[in-house]
């Protein structure tokens, strides 16, 4: 067996490590038949607390059509209690060898817990008895702080010259997860291998807040803007709102996304010579006008990149949906990224 014990407060920097941490553990396995994910609210019981049965039935539970299973346990912290890490403990006293287990020790969600309780010491015996790797997500003060943003900046794929780290620790401050969003964007929007200055930082990295259009963004999309696509974007998810809202905006620009590039796609090489015949093509009603900005843009990108682009849509939805930790709008900023970067190639 192998177990992973993931400690951390902030839910974009523990979303990263489980992420990274189930890549390694099913690598090209098939995750429908491999992988369950399990979290607070497979833990309620009747009374309305919480319970460790369902984590340890799943951590026992043999493989089916698979040599193993890799099973997250998320907000293992409810557990804080001896009676409710209990069954933890014994489980791990005598793990199933078919099991590779991720233990998530993070903040609750539902309801929200202000402060995350110690990880308890009998539990953190019983992990290192078992051999359990412990990742640690807090970034820590001071040095430390800076530590550990090089660690994680040399774990891209992009190469950081010394006034670009500079930048990204002014950026960030002491939020540290959001060092996760500005390594994505700058590798959708400079490509993998480049060497990211401080310039990049200041570029790709700020955020802007105020009222737009949606169609400002296909507007920067287009012209391969990327730091303004993501100026754009930022204006038109709620960073600062629910889950909820910020789940639904992301939703909602994903399928306006995927309409225009599905029409860019039936335009490529259907012989259309005009904005009207394009209007008829699509089904639109009314003005020509957006009818001839999908010709136009089509034309631009061509048949490679249009297909390129589909790809790159069906790979953010499949995100949004949960196969990778992020928040929605880190998904829609590394999507935006490469679809302006995509449009900026000639």
């Known amino acids: 067996m192998s177990l992973h014990l993931i400690l951390g407060d902030d839910p974009?920097?523990?979303?990263?490590?489980?992420t990274s941490a189930v890549n390694e553990l099913v690598g090209d396995g098939d995750r429908g038949l491999m992988l369950e994910i399990l979290g607070e609210s497979d833990y309620r019981n009747d009374d309305g607390g919480y319970d460790a049965l369902r984590l340890v039935d799943a951590a026992r539970t043999p493989p089916f059509l698979t040599d193993k299973r890799v099973v997250v346990g998320r907000h293992v912290s409810r557990f804080s209690r001896k009676d409710d890490y209990g069954p933890l403990v014994k489980m791990l006293a005598e793990p199933l060898d078919s099991t590779d287990?991720?233990?998530?020790w993070e903040k609750g969600v539902e309801p929200k817990v202000d402060k995350m309780p110690a990880l308890p010491k009998a539990l953190k015996e019983a992990i290192e008895v078992?051999?359990?790797v412990t990742v640690k997500t807090t970034a820590g003060r001071?040095?430390?702080a800076g530590v550990w943003l090089r660690d994680q900046l040399g774990h891209s794929s992009l190469e950081f010259a010394r006034d670009a780290v500079t930048a990204i620790e002014?950026?960030?401050g002491d939020d540290s997860g959001r060092v996760v969003g500005i390594v994505r964007t700058l590798e959708g929007a400079l490509g993998a291998g480049a060497k990211v200055t401080a310039a990049d930082v200041a570029t790709y990295g700020g955020t802007?807040?105020?009222g737009t259009v949606p169609w400002a963004l296909d507007d920067a999309i287009d012209s391969g803007n990327v730091a303004e696509a993501l100026s754009v974007l930022t204006r038109l998810i709620p960073y600062d709102g629910s889950p909820a809202d910020r789940n639904g905006a992301a939703f909602r620009l994903m399928a306006t996304l995927h309409r225009r590039y599905g029409n860019m796609l039936r335009l490529d090489g259907a012989g259309v010579g005009s904005d009207k015949q394009a209007a008829e093509l699509l089904g639109m009603k009314g003005s020509t006008f957006p009818a001839k900005k999908a010709l136009q843009q089509s034309r631009r990108l061509g048949t490679e990149k249009l297909a390129r682009a589909i790809e790159l849509l069906a790979t953010a939805d499949m995100q949004l949906r949960g196969t990778v930790d992020w928040p929605p709008e880190l998904v829609m900023e590394v999507l935006v990224a490469r679809l302006a970067s995509l449009s900026g190639r000639r």
């Not at 974009?12 to 489980?18: C, D, F, M, Q, R």
């Not at 287990?101 to 998530?104: A, D, E, F, Q």
Request: zero cysteines; glycine letters at 22%.
């Open 12 to 18: 974009v920097l523990v979303g990263e490590a489980v």
């Open 101 to 104: 287990l991720v233990l998530v």
């Open 130 to 132: 078992a051999g359990g």
């Open 142 to 144: 001071g040095k430390e």
């Open 170 to 172: 002014e950026l960030i």
């Open 208 to 210: 802007e807040k105020g």
